[in-house]
């Protein structure tokens, strides 16, 4: 186990997996600790699901199915992004993109790569298990908050174990096929995903370390 410093400063969003199990034992100890985050009021208002095998297969080819129809979106039920994003947010995101497409040689003009690269997160980036986070849609934006938090909880004790992961709310963008995978009961609704393994320590986009903003810039500090 590391120490929580070396888990913060080590995780990264995972874009390559190997072809590595997890333990299931390790990862439901994971899951348990992380179900310690807190919550407003103690509502712990998230649904979690673990998928793997051959299941994961049967979401995975629902979701190609659905791309390779032209379906390359469904009717989302909340904005991933702004509609409007302002910098310096949207500077924040297109420094990213750039990066990360610079990382594996796919230039800005071939629209047609990245969107081929994008659909890579529907294969969870070869990682063995997809957990898919809900919530009840009674729930408002300070319970979504708290969802934030059990998941990164969760992505620092996997990290903690030497398990990688990689947060992907790209998974919204199919929420009536999630739905249906998952038998949602209908006050149920699709947050987010994330596909969890053991990096590729040869992928070049696993190298990429992502800018943060300094602390200045972002911390206000009053009478300290």
Known sequence: MMDIVEAVETRRSVRRFLDR????????????HALRAPSGGNLQPWWLHV???????RLQD??????MSGVFAEEIEYDIYPPKLASPYRD??????????????????????????????????????????????????????????VLQTLMLLLRGQGIDSCAQECWALYPQTIDRFLNLPPELMLFTGMSIGYADPADPLNQLRSARAPLEEVVEFRGL
């Open 21 to 32: 199990p997890v333990d299931r034992g390790v990862l439901e100890e994971a899951l348990r």
């Open 92 to 149: 924040r995101r297109f420094e990213l993109g750039e990066a990360m497409y610079a990382q594996i040689g796919i230039p800005r003009e071939d629209k047609a790569g990245r969107q081929r690269w994008f659909m890579r997160n529907f294969e969870c980036f070869g990682a063995p298990i997809l957990l898919l986070c809900t919530v009840d849609r009674s729930m408002g934006k300070p319970q979504w908050s708290d969802l934030g938090m």
């Open 62 to 67: 629902a979701v190609r199915m659905q791309a």
């Open 51 to 57: 998928v793997a095998g051959e299941d994961l297969r």
